[in-house]
């Protein structure tokens, strides 16, 4: 069934329950919120395209799910509290059997870490999708990408690889086991988020960033904006348990440590923090491996354990390649 | 030339001046910026979308202009000071000869109104652009659609029909003499944010909301949101000087009334204010026209000088027609 544009705003998106502090949501020239005394303010956005970040004949409920989860994402790599969001569509058309399941999912996902939609544009054209995300956090508290220090620790969270081997194995370019393929393929189409993990890490990380675009990559980042350098222990960085058997070794390095789209937290901390930091893992529910140690000196080693150094072609994933 | 995404980012994106308030700008997983006490904030987003928004092979520049200016525009109607921008771009690819005169235009209309850009995300595509902006009000002050009250003016800044008529001309469905066809194509491709004159009217105003999809329609969300209903004298609508001789009366009325892409600002607000609203309009230097009158009874009537009624078949632009 087709609905026209107000129909759409009136029956899907007017129809979420409102917070308090919206002041005014969807339905004016703009959103109206009230920030509260000592709070800074964060905001990221992102733009997903049909045929680039998601299949045209994807279930609308998972191109929802990882919409939300990949802005979600870049609040919980600054550890801040995430409240609204913003999202523009270009749809082919208001087509219910599509619409239902997305804005579903959105609301769904959206409520259960108690965000609210305040505003969005909508348009036809081939699907595209961009979501503005704004979270708040203590002020002065922020997790950057510039605060890691010679001597901490590197940490990441849950496992790494799995997505960009669920998206190798549903494009055909290598062939997953049963058991491994769909366990791989959920990371890609229903990443989680790691909010808590973010808000957690407040106290103890001294820089964070969240693996979108491949582990190395992503701790370039880290390593350029805080003017240090890294040693990674490339047979510590975590994997599901059976990736390195069902998978030859030429492809288990690149998945693993240059793959995208895994959205796990990856954070620097001093050594001294360990035992706090198990201790909020285990409260967060999110399982935390430590992977490598920030030094003084530029540039990043890799290394299997037996010392020798491993090299990748690429160390992640180019927006434009 | 053809850049790599970082590259691009570090050239255009990071060099703009950074505003004292802006404690962290492009470059981290997310922006952060620092409220003010008494503020409100207000957000509002926009996609434009090539061939639907603006020609593939339009101007960079004015695609640039344009699409600031149209979430300025939502600024302006809730009254708000504009102060961040993020911005998503799917572009085929990086090239320079393209993304120079756009990032040229969109920096300096940003700069001229304050504006600074704290993020966005790049990614390869058909070009769609999405801009998400974030401004602030004292609070409580905000110009809403639901403030207007029987017996209220109703006025409109600069001219209407120009946008469209313009759009007309490109297109080939009308065929505007040179002398007029240049003033409405400048409407269209360089519209004025009324930003100054929506802050100065914060005092004055009732109600407010932008003419983005024509005026009757846009006109017909502050009736439905206020409780009220209208009656416009049609003649009074304010038109480029050359606009009713050059055009057959049958384009005329659905141009002027609903046509889109005016960004101008509708607003209502007390007899009593008169005076007042002239002398503010002198101090922005934006043209005022009263247009009519809001009444309690609902509905919208559009008389001629005649006293007979004008009815359009459409009130204004459907984003899914």
């Not at 870049?74 to 523009?88: E, K, T, Y």
């Not at 087509?95 to 965000?115: R, S």
């Not at 909010?195 to 992503?218: C, E, F, M, T």
């Amino acid at each position: 069934m087709s609905l026209n544009e107000f129909d759409f705003i009136r029956r899907y998106l007017q129809a979420q329950p409102q917070q308090d502090a919206v002041l005014l949501g969807i339905g004016d020239d703009a959103a109206l919120v009230r920030p509260e005394a000592g709070e800074d303010w964060c905001f990221s956005t992102d733009m997903m395209l049909a045929g680039r970040h998601f299949f045209a004949d994807d279930d609308p409920a998972d191109v929802a799910h990882k919409l939300l989860a990949v802005n979600l994402s870049d609040m919980a790599a600054m550890g801040a509290r995430p409240h609204w969001v913003l999202l523009s569509a270009a749809l082919p058309a208001l087509d219910e059997t599509w619409l239902a399941p997305f804005c579903q999912t959105l609301f769904a996902q959206a409520a259960a870490h108690g965000v609210a939609l305040i505003g969005g544009d909508t348009t036809r054209g081939e699907r595209v999708f961009n979501i503005t995300i704004a979270g708040t956090l203590p002020q002065g508290r922020a997790l950057r990408r510039s605060g890691a220090q010679a001597g901490d620790d590197i940490w990441v969270s849950g496992v790494l690889g799995a997505a960009a081997a669920g998206l190798q194995h549903l494009t055909g370019r290598i062939r997953l086991p049963e058991n491994l393929a769909a366990p791989c393929v959920a990371a890609l189409r229903r990443p989680q988020a790691r909010v808590a993990l973010g808000q957690a890490l407040l106290p103890v990380a001294h820089a964070a960033i969240d693996v979108s675009d491949g582990l190395l990559q992503d701790l370039g980042h880290i390593l350029t904006a805080s003017g240090v350098g890294a040693d990674i222990d490339a047979e510590r960085v975590p994997c599901l348990p059976l990736f390195k058997k069902a998978l030859p070794a030429d492809a288990v390095w690149p998945l693993l440590l240059a793959g995208g789209d895994d959205y796990e937290l990856l954070f620097t901390a001093a050594v001294a923090q360990r035992a706090a930091i198990e201790t909020l893992a285990a409260a967060v529910g999110v399982s935390l491996t430590r992977i490598g140690r920030i030094r003084a000196e530029a540039g990043l080693n890799c290394r299997l354990n037996d010392g020798s150094p491993l090299t990748l072609v690429r160390q992640g994933y180019d927006h434009f390649d």
